[in-house]
């Protein structure tokens, strides 16, 4: 039964590089904040709801859903595994579709906080720069021979 193998192959044995390792603490505890967040206005008193304003319940969901995503791709990470990287530029993706759903429903005269706004502008900055050094440095595609 063949094993995961861990980055790079030649260090197979070695510890993750440092950056890796960095970066999946980075997404972690990015994860772990979206999760807390998120679960607090869905499932919190509703005082956190209240103080939550014009929640869009779709990048809601989907936020708090991606949430556990971003601590799966974190675990990969911190422990170089291959799949991460792709991963990861799943989640960039998603983001920016959401982000693009949620500007669509503003455009078409839909109410929206400016921090929901400005947190999508953060989550599909850092999920984009994750994807695109890990993707760079580790590879998202499968490299045929």
Do not use: D, Q
């Not at 969901?61 to 799949?83: D, E, H």
Request: hydrophobic share 55%; net charge positive.
């Amino acid at each position: 039964m063949a094993t995961e193998t861990t980055l790079p192959p030649a260090r197979k044995h070695a510890s993750p590089p440092r950056w890796l390792s960095a970066v999946g603490l980075l997404a972690g505890l990015f994860g772990l904040a979206t999760v807390l967040s998120g679960g607090r206005v869905l499932f919190g008193p509703a005082e956190v709801r209240a103080a939550a304003g014009r929640v869009v319940p779709f990048v809601l969901w989907f936020n708090f859903i991606a949430g556990f995503a971003y601590l799966g791709a974190a675990a990969g990470l911190v422990r170089a595994r291959r799949w991460a990287a792709p991963l990861s530029l799943a989640i960039a993706a998603a983001t920016a579709l959401v982000f693009l759903a949620l500007g669509l429903h503003v455009a078409r005269g839909g109410a929206v906080e400016p921090r929901t706004v400005a947190a999508m502008v953060l989550r599909t900055g850092v999920w984009t720069a994750i994807a695109a050094v890990t993707c760079r440095r580790i590879g998202c595609f499968a490299r045929r021979r």
